[in-house]
Each structure stands twice: as C-alpha cells, then as structure tokens.
C-alpha cells in the first residue's frame, strides 16, 4: 500500500517510519528543504531511541522515501496522513493553519480515491473541516474519505508505542475507509490489539479526553504529594498503595515538578476552549491546569528553602533539560521553566542534559548558564544539585566523587529519584517531593 505522512515532526516521522517496518511503501513529505535534505542524507532531527537505525533499514529497503513535492506524492498514494503540527494559538485553541493548508493541497491534487487521515492532535469537528475543504478546492470527481487515526505516542518510547499499542482508533466515515485502514494495521493482529473503531468526531474526542484523563492523574499525586509532605507522609507508599487498585492503576502517579511536553500543556488548554465553544466548561481540566502551573513556584520555593533561604549569588548544578528521559523535547519543560526562574533569581546555574544541550543552547541566550560536557562537570563548585529530569545515567551517581566536587552536599531532588534515609547516611541535606 503506499501511504504519504504530510509532516516530518515528531508524530509525522515516527508514524511514516513505522509503517515502512509494517512493510508498506511510504513517503513522507515536508515543506522545509532542509529537514528533507538532512532525512536524504542519513540525519534525523529529533531525539527517539531506535529510530535512526529503523530509518536506515527500510530507506535501505526501498520502503521509506522523504520528499517536499507534495503534489507528486498526494497523487502516488491511497492513504494520506495529516501529521503537521497543531499549536497552541493565543486564545488557547489549537492552531489549524497547517492542516487547513494540507487539507487544500490534497484536494487540488485528487487523481483517484484517498483516504485523508488526520494523525495531529485535533479538536472534534476537525474532520469536518477538512471534508469541507477538500470539497471546495478539488477539481474533478474524484471521491475521498476522512478519517481520524490519534496518535498516542510517548516521546522516549514511540517505536514501542506504535509497534506494540493499548489500543488502535480510527474514526471512519464509511466501512471502504475502516477496511483500508484495518488493512494498514494488519500486522497489529497477530499481536491481538484492540481497534476501537468508531465515526469521526468520537476518535477526535478521544484524543483530547485521553490526554486530559493523564494530566489529571499528574496533577492531582502532586497536589497528594504536597499534602503528604504537611502530615509526614511518603507520597511514594501512598501512589503504591492506590495503584495496586485496577480501578485506579499505578502509571502517572509519580509525584515532581509538573507535566511538560508538545502534548498535555498544549491539549488540556484547548479542551477549555473546545468545551467553551460548545456552549459548556470542564471544571476538573481548568483545576488540573491551574494546579500544573502554580507547580514551578511550589518547586522554586522548596529549592529556595534548601538552598539557605536565598538563591540569589549561589551556583546550582541542574541535571536535566528536557521534560522527560529519552527525548530531547525542550517545550514546556519544568526543568527549563527552573533554570529561567534560578537566573531570574540571581543565580548561576551550570546544566547539564544527555540529549537537549543543543537545543537548549539554540533555544535562546542566557547569561548566567554554563552548559556542560557531563553529569559532574555541572556539579562541580555548586552549592546545590537540582535533580529536574530522571535520566537512568543520573540514578547511579557516585556520591563519593559528588561529595568531593561540591561546595555544599546539598541534593533537591525533584523526581524523587533517591531514597531520604540513604542520602541522610551518604552525609547528604535532601529534599524530595511529598517525602
């Protein structure tokens, strides 16, 4: 079958790349020359284990194909993927220019039946739109379908994502596009996944319900884990014991600094919007918002207070950049909402992050930052570590060699990564969340 992804982001790319190793013949298309220039010769330009090596192998098997000529490539498939990016607008709603853009250019280039697959994150009635589109720019009397196929991709594990999912939705208009894209996920039955398939506007709902339901989750263990630390509790037991529940289940409970990222921030604010311009408002998702953001002064105040009551003069050494471990995603990420608010503060930090240095380096200049060759050059000289993003590498640190590099053996440890009593006995001043 061959396929076009329109977009080679995060969703674009990782998707194209995954079908080719499904064994269809796909080609992923951008408008940026130079992205598709570096994708030809061999570079890809984000951080996600495994998938340089699985572009090489199907680029090298004739399956995976980068282009920028999207007319050419509408033309050559049956399945269409819009996988362009839905930003945040400044009302707060998603920004559908790009999809809007696509969804043109895919009906002034029909030749015969597509299946238009919109794999962004969008709000319900995206669908629609896209339909609406295509029929006003499309010139001959070609028929098409759209349909909705969300993604639910956690940047650091992708691959596995896709290759091994919960679950696979498809939202179809009619039953010719939901046995094609079946047919596209064919090698997900020998591994039994559930497909939920369903019309449209429901799979769209998903998305966005799915998302919130997680950053609930988040939200509402950190709010536990500020509780826990006022009545001497270890929020670590208290997440234990209410993930053993099945009703309940032990994922994204783990207390720290907030959730991040291209997706939770982004999505929960737009459902906001969604709801307002139905008509209705979602009372838990604006709570869950405000909690995620009042979350960086909760933490600033728990590195003020460890730090002596004072930040402004002092050197921190941050490990960690990037929102999560194995990615180097730099967007919203609690990690680099903390080192702007240290050097707002008067402080110099010195960072240190395994795959988002460059970005962050690209991103903006900052005085007052040293960024660092590794883990113990950027905490050398501190007078505290702030442990902001649970890379495996900063788990096994050698507390011998730290101690001799600091100036004051003080860890804040935002993702609870080490054990109070173990760091008490290693002559360490430690601070978690909710312990």
């Not at 039946?113 to 295509?134: C, H, L, N, Q, Y």
């Amino acid at each position: 079958m061959n396929i076009c992804v329109v977009g080679t982001g995060y969703v674009g790319l990782v998707t194209g790349t995954c079908f080719a190793e499904f064994g269809s013949n796909v080609i992923c298309v951008d408008k940026d020359e130079s992205k598709i220039a570096a994708l030809k010769d061999g570079k890809v330009p984000i951080y996600e284990p495994g998938l340089d090596e699985m572009i090489d192998r199907n680029v090298k098997a004739g399956r995976l194909h980068f282009s920028t000529d999207l007319q050419a490539s509408v033309r050559d498939s049956l399945v269409v993927f819009i996988a362009v990016g839905t930003p945040q607008g400044n009302d707060g709603r998603a920004d559908l220019s790009f999809v809007r853009a696509v969804a043109k250019a895919v009906g002034e280039n029909l030749n015969s039946f597509k299946v238009v697959v919109t794999k962004s994150t969008v709000p319900a009635g995206t669908g629609k739109m896209v339909r609406e589109i295509m029929q006003e720019s499309c010139t001959g009397e070609h028929k098409f379908s759209v349909a909705s196929n969300p993604e639910f991709l956690r940047e650091g594990s992708a691959i596995e994502d896709f290759m091994r999912p919960n679950r696979v939705v498809v939202g179809v208009e009619d039953e010719m596009a939901a046995a094609i894209l079946r047919d596209l996920y064919r090698p997900l039955y020998l591994i039994e996944t559930p497909f939920v398939v369903t019309d449209v506007v429901t799979a769209e709902m998903i998305k966005y319900a799915s998302n919130a339901f997680l950053a609930t989750k988040i939200s509402y263990i950190n709010e536990m884990a500020d509780l826990a630390e006022r009545l001497g509790a270890d929020i670590h037991a208290v997440a234990k014991g209410m993930g053993l529940d099945n009703r309940i289940g032990s994922k994204f409970l783990h207390p720290g600094p907030g959730y991040g990222g291209s997706c939770f921030p982004k999505d929960t604010r737009a459902m906001l919007s969604i709801a307002q311009d139905a008509g209705g408002d979602l009372k838990i998702v604006d709570a869950v918002i405000r909690v995620n953001d009042d979350r960086i002064e909760t933490m600033m105040d728990k590195i003020t207070k460890a730090a002596g009551g004072s930040i402004a003069g002092k050197t921190f050494g941050l490990l960690g950049l990037a929102f999560k471990p194995n990615t180097d995603d730099l967007r919203e990420s609690p990690a680099m909402l903390i080192l702007d608010r240290l050097i707002e503060a008067g402080a110099k930090v010195q960072a240190y992050d395994p795959a988002g240095m460059e970005a962050a380096k690209a991103e903006k200049d900052r005085s007052g930052v040293t960024y660092c060759d590794d883990e113990y050059a950027a905490i050398e000289g501190t007078d505290a570590i702030v442990l902001a993003t649970e890379w495996n590498q900063f788990r096994g640190l050698d507390f011998d060699r730290v101690k001799s590099l600091v100036k004051s053996p003080v860890m804040i440890d935002l993702r609870n990564v080490y054990e109070p009593e173990t760091m008490l006995s290693r002559g360490f001043s430690y601070v978690g969340v909710g312990r």
